[in-house]
């Protein structure tokens, strides 16, 4: 009887000694499936793009149910800190915002993405608990950096196809867009600098250090002039969060990584106009090995430094410091004379150069310039110089320009005057014609009352690519893209003022900004996170956000000084930086909005999360929690699969509609609008399908169909221009002319700067009244066709309180025309 006990005893420990290891082995294979998560996002578009990120949360949720329910099983729970809460309390504040969203589909679909990220984030906290795993999330993330920045390089001269990727002369990389390209880059260049510094192998310093430089040699072409501003202070703060001994050492690897990119920097531009790939790719080959050898030597310099005394140390970087700010002088103060030429083989193409010089408004100016000018074959102009004055929205106007022909040696002078609202010039010098060029030696700027307060011009850098010159000459807050932002910001407000409290849900900019805006302008995006979550979840959901902001300082805070072993503060200081830098960056453009971005931001906050648990020895019993949070993720699982699904059924029905096959496209997009019933564009276009096959079989069933379809898409968008003018033509073309014009006005009402809007409500006005002056009914016909008149002052009355007047188009005035003779033939 003794024995039986004790063999059941033996077999519970037995059971109980195979838990932990079929747990670890669970962690492991969830922490691998998490690297990937965390991995491959940028390479699908940064997951801006329904097509990818649809998918990407779908499979994000399957692989969070199973681990949540494995973390039922072993009674762990996943919700336990004032962070989580935090991280939920925004998520929920999108979930409310969701029903007063303006666009409700929109708001669903950021609900999602807001879901995806905290799945990343909560997996993270649970399973990245230690250095080594934390050290591997890094690397991982460097690493997918290191690809983008490949990529990026490689399509500057097609050597990779990836659409996107360089446009303009600029590197989008797989981002599609610059400057989230840059924030990214930059964002783990720093971590990567951190991990140099935490390394104690000089082999991996050195491999480090190659993949540094490429990040580098990348985001220096994404030409981002905000992330070059935001990069040297970034940088100190790595600095002063590393710990004593390890705090020059970034800084260190940084000259590394300048000194091995000089030269592929120098010579890109040459090999991207050559269309030479193998030229691009020798020049980077020959940085990353001088990188290999640059850093491994540093981090010899580096076993010595960190050995010396704190003082000899400060005194041997305050040397660095002091050589590298010579450098930078030289760099940004050397000038050369500026060539612009054309070869005789060479065809005929503008080649300009533009310079910026700040001036003061209403007041006589002379540029002075010296200039050598050839044209042995008489061409229009050897070269030519145009001013153009902007303002402080940096609206160009020009003021000033000269072509001069003849062949010519000296000294030449322009004279101009700037304008009353005049905050810099910008002067433009070019060159068009096969054998013509003109080389400019000097160039000055003076009033002409007063010839001593000069300015130079600096004509062409020696040791700055162009293009990296021009956009350095052109920071300041009155450039273009600052001045938008800004009134974008402005125009936000306004939003915020008729949506204070909950905000008008996900996608309000969107939806909303046309009609608030100052001017015409297109972009769907705020270029202000903070805006941004202030325009979706209103105050409620700022509030929310600043409870998320300051846990999360809280929290970082508490992981830097709780942290044991110095050289473990490394790591804490590379994944401090890169938040901060996300966050800084995101606060003057819409890199969250690209989910890739977003993915990588919240699992460095999981990183945070994690440590901050371990030093609060956090014990929650709420399992239950777990329970809510496979039942909501089922939900999100089951959400954004159907709305994949819609969308691959909706793109068969836009090829079915190319090949004019109505009957397949009518069946596609009947299944996306039942897989994807918010979505207000799946239902225009189906309602537009059923319209033509009802007009074309005179099917009244299909025709009341298409205006269920259709009015239900404005009820969607109700502050879509597009869809309030489909709905308006498809009430005129059906005899229902009241609701017609006013879905058509609605369309100008909600969209004022438009040209395009006031010719189709005048058409509309038009083609009302001929129809009435066909049937007889002059007074109608009077009242509709006066209608298409008045436009003309409707639209001047718009024109006159935007900051940017745009034209009526020639078909409006046209439109208008007509009107008016057909009114006089009336009368």
Same mark, same amino acid.
């Given at each position: ?46 997951? #801006? ?53 303006? +666009? ?34 890094? +690397? ?67 491999? @480090? ?29 790595? %600095? ?47 940085? #990353? ?13 580096? $076993? ?51 310079? #910026? ?20 074959? +008489? ?69 002409? +009352? ?7 011009? %600096? ?46 849900? $996900?996608?309000?900019?969107? *939806? ?60 804490? =200081?590379?994944?401090?930086? =890169?938040?901060?830098?996300? @966050? ?58 159907? %709305? ?29 609008? *039942? ?15 059923? =319209? ?32 309030n003018a489909q709905l308006g033509a498809f009430y005129l073309a059906h005899g229902q002319i009241d609701l017609g014009l006013k879905y058509v006005e609605k369309a100008v009402e909600v ?12 058409? =509309? ?63």
């Amino acid at each position: 009887m003794a024995q039986k006990p004790v063999a059941k005893k033996s077999k519970t420990k037995s059971k109980t000694g195979q838990m932990p290891k079929i747990s670890g082995k669970l962690d492991i294979v969830f922490y691998i499936i998490l690297l990937i998560l965390v991995f491959y996002p940028p390479f699908f578009r940064g997951m #801006f793009f329904e097509k990818e990120m649809f998918p990407t949360i779908a499979i994000t949720s399957v692989v969070f149910i199973l681990w949540a329910v494995y973390k039922i099983a072993v009674k762990e729970p996943i919700i336990a800190t004032t962070l989580d809460y935090a991280a939920l309390s925004l998520v929920g504040a999108y979930v409310i915002s969701t029903f007063f969203a303006v +666009n409700v589909r929109a708001s669903i679909g950021e609900v999602l993405r807001y879901c995806d990220y905290l799945f990343i984030y909560f997996m993270v906290s649970k399973l990245v608990k230690d250095n080594k795993k934390i050290f591997m999330l890094l +690397n991982v993330l460097v690493l997918s950096s290191f690809f983008v920045a490949v990529i990026g390089l490689g399509s500057s001269v097609n050597l990779i196809h990836y659409n996107g990727s360089w446009v303009g002369g600029r590197i989008n990389s797989t981002f599609q867009y610059p400057n989230t390209a840059a924030s990214f880059l930059m964002a783990f260049f720093l971590v990567n600098l951190a991990l140099i510094s935490y390394t104690d192998n000089r082999y991996l310093k050195a491999l @480090y250090g190659a993949i540094a430089y490429t990040q580098f040699y990348a985001y220096v072409f994404t030409l981002s002039r905000g992330a070059w501003l935001m990069l040297p202070f970034l940088g100190l703060l790595l %600095m002063a969060l590393m710990p004593k001994g390890k705090r020059v050492e970034p800084f260190m690897y940084f000259i590394g990584v300048i000194i091995a990119s000089a030269l592929p920097i120098a010579k890109f531009n040459s090999a991207v106009a050559s269309g030479d790939a193998m030229r691009l790719v020798k020049w980077y080959l020959i940085g #990353f090995l001088s990188s290999l050898v640059i850093t491994y030597a540093i981090s010899f310099v580096m $076993g010595f430094v960190n050995k010396i005394s704190a003082k000899i140390a400060l005194a041997i970087a305050s040397v660095l410091i002091v050589l590298v700010a010579i450098g930078g002088y030289i760099v940004f103060t050397t000038q050369v004379p500026l060539t612009l030429k054309h070869t005789a083989d060479e065809p005929d193409g503008m080649k300009a150069v533009t310079r #910026f010089v700040n001036v003061d408004p209403d007041r006589v100016y002379v540029l002075k310039y010296d200039v050598i000018a050839k044209n042995p074959e +008489n061409k229009d102009w050897a070269y030519g110089i145009v001013i153009n004055s902007r303002n402080e929205n940096d609206q160009s106007t020009k003021i000033a320009e000269v072509y001069e022909k003849g062949d010519f040696i000296g000294e030449k002078t322009l004279e101009f005057t700037t304008l009353k609202d005049t905050k810099s010039i910008a002067i433009v010098f070019m060159n068009n014609f096969k054998d013509t060029s003109a080389t400019f030696t000097e160039a000055k700027v003076y009033p002409k +009352n007063d010839p001593k307060d000069v300015q130079t011009v %600096m004509l062409k850098y020696k040791y700055l690519p162009e293009d990296i010159a021009s956009r350095v000459q052109d920071i300041n807050l009155t450039s273009r893209s600052s001045s938008q932002r800004m009134q974008f910001y402005i125009d936000g407000l306004k939003i915020f003022k008729d949506y204070p409290i909950f905000g008008a849900g $996900g996608g309000a900019w969107a *939806a909303l900004y046309f009609k608030y805006q100052s001017y015409l302008y297109w972009t769907t995006q705020t270029h202000n996170y903070f805006m941004q979550v202030l325009l979706d979840t209103g105050i409620v959901g700022f509030i929310a956000l600043l409870f998320l902001l300051v846990t999360l300082i809280r929290s970082m805070a508490r992981v830097y000084r709780g942290y044991g072993e110095d050289k473990y503060k490394v790591l804490i =200081a590379g994944v401090i930086t =890169a938040i901060v830098s996300l @966050y800084a960056h995101a606060a003057m453009d819409f890199d969250f909005s690209l989910s890739a971005v977003s993915i990588a931001l919240w699992a460095l906050i999981g990183v945070i999360n994690s440590l901050d648990r371990e030093i609060l020895k956090v014990k929650s019993r709420k399992v239950y929690l777990n329970y809510a949070a496979v039942l909501v993720t089922f939900v999100v699982l089951y959400m954004s699969t159907s %709305m994949s699904v819609a969308l691959g059924y909706a793109v068969k029905g836009d090829n079915f509609l190319k090949s004019q096959d109505l009957n397949s496209a009518e069946a596609a997009y009947e299944k996306a609008v *039942a897989y994807d019933p918010f979505n207000a564009q799946y239902r225009m276009t189906y309602g537009q399908i059923l =319209a033509a096959l009802g007009d074309k079989w005179q099917d009244p069933v299909r025709l009341q169909k298409a205006m269920f379809e259709e009015e239900k898409a404005v009820k969607l968008e109700p502050f879509n221009s597009r869809l309030n003018a489909q709905l308006g033509a498809f009430y005129l073309a059906h005899g229902q002319i009241d609701l017609g014009l006013k879905y058509v006005e609605k369309a100008v009402e909600v969209q004022p700067f438009r040209p395009e809007n006031y010719q189709q409500l005048a058409d =509309a006005y038009n083609k009302v009244g001929m129809y009435y002056l066909n049937k007889g009914d002059k007074q109608k016909a009077k009242e509709y066709l006066q209608k298409a008149v008045d436009v003309e002052k409707m639209y001047e009355k718009v024109n006159a309180r935007s900051l940017e007047p745009k034209p009526m188009t020639e078909a409006t005035k046209q439109i208008i025309e007509e009107s008016k003779k057909a009114l006089q033939g009336i009368q």
